[in-house]
């Protein structure tokens, strides 16, 4: 079938300049080939073999604001006309650190860098040297950026979370290349197991200096901490002196302006912002606690990176605060409206049609995920979904110009209203009745 010719043209072209044809790893698994894109607006995108989409993908999360957004836009532009980055200090840097301080509710003061990965780098280091120990316990399922000193590979289907302390010796490398050493400071965990969690931190208290978390598991299966666990995961690290981390990359900007920890009313130590910070524009930060920022300022820490806190990217983010701000938030009651209505939709038509499935939403975001269960709530059965259905859904989405990511994670944004929904679930009717059979 020749409807995705131009992209493919394209990327057998690419792949003659640039390594693996797409520029990050990821991209490279789409079906039925990955997209080249001629431009987007709003909700919507467009390929170069001119189809539309409406875009539930966002570019993997950044895009809160739809895609050129005129105000944030003009922001940008007016930037871009005094100089794109200066290698010097600026207002910019000032007035975007002074609204997270009063956004984000455990931020005392901020570290700007370039992305996610390199945020969490950062924010691991601070609690490393803040503690004087060197270990870090993260979770399985939950994905922190790609560094060596965090990137572990996801587990196969059939994988069953081992006990807490087993956990230590098998981790395995996310990809070839990696530091072994590195990941020797690594004790993975199931997460939502507040048993797993106290016996591990009690047990390895004099090592560990850093629990970090996704506050949701948005990467797999957009799943909500059980009641209390958060509660007890900062018990706990207060009381044996280990940092917490919050990793707000996806949940920071989308579950609302203070992100999940003012949702869930916990204050982390540090939480690591990134994605729809700065609506599409290469921007991140560690927020946090004096105490442990100040560290920068007294130099034990090292903060480095060319671009880290460009005036463009400054004006990004003031913008993407400026416009959710508006209204007093109701942007996100929008978002969640909006991301509500296509859930429910999408949970009924799919019933109709007799395909078991699990919608797991969390505000603006949600997983969808074709599975044989009621609920999904841990990670173990997350891996129990029917991948490969989910990836031929996915496919016969984009052929009724509808992009959501393969993986099931769907993004909504600003830009997204009820024309959207109701042109998504009419696709998504079609698509199932295919799928079923009928
Ligand atoms: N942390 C979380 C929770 C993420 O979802 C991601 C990316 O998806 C990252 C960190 C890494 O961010 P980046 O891709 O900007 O390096």
Request: some cysteine; aromatic content about 8%; proline content about 4%.
């Amino acid at each position: 079938m020749n409807r995705y010719l131009q992209s493919k043209e394209r990327l057998q072209e690419a792949r003659a300049y640039v390594a693996g044809g797409v520029a990050s790893s990821l991209r490279a698994s789409m079906k039925p080939t990955p997209l080249y894109v001629q431009k987007a607006y709003g909700a919507r995108i467009q390929d170069v073999d001119q189809h539309e989409y409406i875009d539930y993908m966002l570019a993997y999360g950044p895009l809160i604001l739809g895609h050129a957004h005129p105000a944030f836009n003009e922001q940008v532009y007016e930037a871009m006309q005094k100089g794109s980055t200066y290698g010097l200090q600026h207002e910019g840097e000032i007035r975007l650190g002074r609204r997270l301080t009063e956004i984000l509710p455990c931020a005392e003061q901020v570290a700007f860098s370039g992305s996610g990965t390199e945020a969490v780098m950062l924010s691991l280091r601070l609690a490393r040297a803040y503690t004087g120990k060197t270990k870090t316990v993260r979770f399985y399922g939950h994905y922190h950026g790609w560094s060596d000193a965090i990137f572990t590979s996801f587990p196969s289907p059939d994988f069953s979370s081992p006990g807490a302390v087993e956990a230590t010796e098998d981790i395995t490398p996310g990809t070839g290349g990696q530091s072994l050493n590195s990941l020797q400071d690594l004790i993975l965990l199931p997460w939502n197991d507040p048993e797993a969690l106290e016996e591990t931190l009690t047990r390895y208290q004099h090592e560990i200096s850093a629990v970090i978390t996704e506050p949701v598991m948005c990467n797999s299966g957009c799943i909500a901490p059980k009641p209390g666990y958060m509660e007890k995961m900062r018990e706990l690290t207060t009381r044996l002196g280990i940092v917490l981390i919050w990793d707000e990359v996806i949940t920071g900007f989308r579950l609302g302006l203070g992100g999940a920890h003012e949702r869930f009313g916990i204050q982390p130590d540090l939480v690591t912002i990134g994605k729809a910070m700065a609506g599409g524009i290469p921007l991140s930060a560690v927020a946090g606690k004096r105490d442990v920022m100040r560290l920068i300022e007294e130099g034990t820490v090292m903060h480095l990176g060319t671009l880290n806190g460009n005036s463009l990217a400054t004006a990004a983010g003031l913008a993407v605060i400026h416009e959710l701000s508006k209204a007093n938030g109701q942007a996100f009651k929008d978002m969640e409206h909006t991301s509500t209505m296509l859930t429910e939709g999408i949970r009924s038509i799919l019933k109709v049609n007799g395909l078991q499935a699990v919608v797991n939403q969390l505000g603006p975001v949600f997983h969808l995920m074709f599975i044989d269960k009621t609920e999904v709530s841990d990670f173990n059965t997350f891996n129990l979904r029917d991948t490969q259905l989910y990836t031929r859904f996915a496919e016969e989405m984009l052929h009724e110009g509808i992009l959501v990511r393969p993986n099931g994670l769907w993004y909504v944004s600003t830009a997204h209203g009820e024309k959207e929904v109701q042109e998504t679930l009419l696709a998504v009717e079609r698509v199932a009745e295919r799928i079923a059979g009928h």
